[in-house]
């Protein structure tokens, strides 16, 4: 079973950076479109960021777009996320999920339109952000 565990959540105030880390558990991240989500308290599960080959990075909401950069190491089995000039409203825990690439294309908007198989419970922990002063 594809697990993730994640890294680097914490404490930071609004204007602040953040790097979050994914490491693949049990398989090799070739191959995969690999996304990162999140939730917040109250809200529902939000796709943030995918990487994959085809597709390159996709960001599907406008609110994070330009403040996001994802990142993937292969020869680590790691995907970074880079959160800039953090917001309040960015609190939440986030997660990683993968799935098998098209090769072409389209596997980060399909696991973005539709996100309930890529819910945190089925794959590993989550990192909890919280930005306030």
């Known amino acids: 079973q594809l697990k993730f565990v994640v890294s680097g959540g914490g404490l930071v105030q609004p204007g602040g950076s953040l790097r979050l880390s994914c490491a693949a558990s049990g398989f090799k991240l070739e191959g995969y479109a690999i996304a990162w989500f999140r939730q917040a308290p109250g809200k529902e599960h939000e796709g943030v960021s995918c990487i994959s080959i085809p597709d390159g990075a996709t960001f599907p909401l406008d609110s994070v777009r330009n403040r996001v950069t994802i990142s993937r190491d292969n020869a680590k089995n790691t995907v970074h996320l880079d959160l800039n000039n953090l917001k309040t409203e960015d609190t939440a825990v986030y997660h990683c999920?993968?799935?098998?690439?098209?090769?072409?294309?389209?596997?980060?908007?399909?696991?973005?339109?539709?996100?309930?198989?890529?819910?945190?419970?089925?794959w590993g922990n989550g990192a909890l952000v919280t930005v306030s002063s």
């Open positions: 999920a993968a799935s098998p690439e098209n090769p072409y294309g389209g596997t980060c908007l399909a696991m973005f339109i539709n996100p309930r198989p890529y819910a945190l419970d089925h």
